[in-house]
Nanobody, 125 residues
């Protein structure tokens, strides 16, 4: 089990920045791949891949929509993952979720076994 808790969301103007954190419990986090996903408002919206990082931080991957603006990182000593979001746009508005899994990271939700509860990010125009 890798319980996860996100924080750092909020309301920001377009062009602003936020840093999301994902704190994990237990030792398994340091051996886990981690991903960030988001789900935009609307009951039919899908959970969209944002970024992923492997356990050793030697490999990262980003969705095209956030490449060059968002940075994923982690500090295994602190059992914490991060998503630094710069140059935010109104279309980045969503609930952001962190996820973890003991296998290689993926870009679909089914790749991850453990999820946080989400944190709301709202970008005003």
């Amino acid at each position: 089990q890798v319980p996860l808790v996100e924080s750092g969301g909020g309301l920001v103007q377009a062009g602003g920045s936020l840093r999301l954190s994902c704190v994990a419990s237990g030792r398994a986090f340091s051996s886990s791949s981690m991903g960030w996903f988001r789900q935009a408002p609307g009951k039919d919206s899908e959970r969209e891949f944002v970024a992923a990082i492997n356990w050793s931080s030697t490999s990262t991957f980003y969705a095209d929509s956030v490449k060059g603006r968002f940075t994923i990182s982690r500090d295994n000593a602190k059992n914490t993952g991060y998503l630094q979001m710069n140059s935010l746009k109104p279309e980045d508005t969503a609930v952001y979720y962190c996820a973890a899994d003991l296998s290689r990271y993926g870009i679909v939700p089914a790749s991850y076994s453990f999820w946080g509860q989400g944190t709301q990010v709202t970008v005003s125009s």
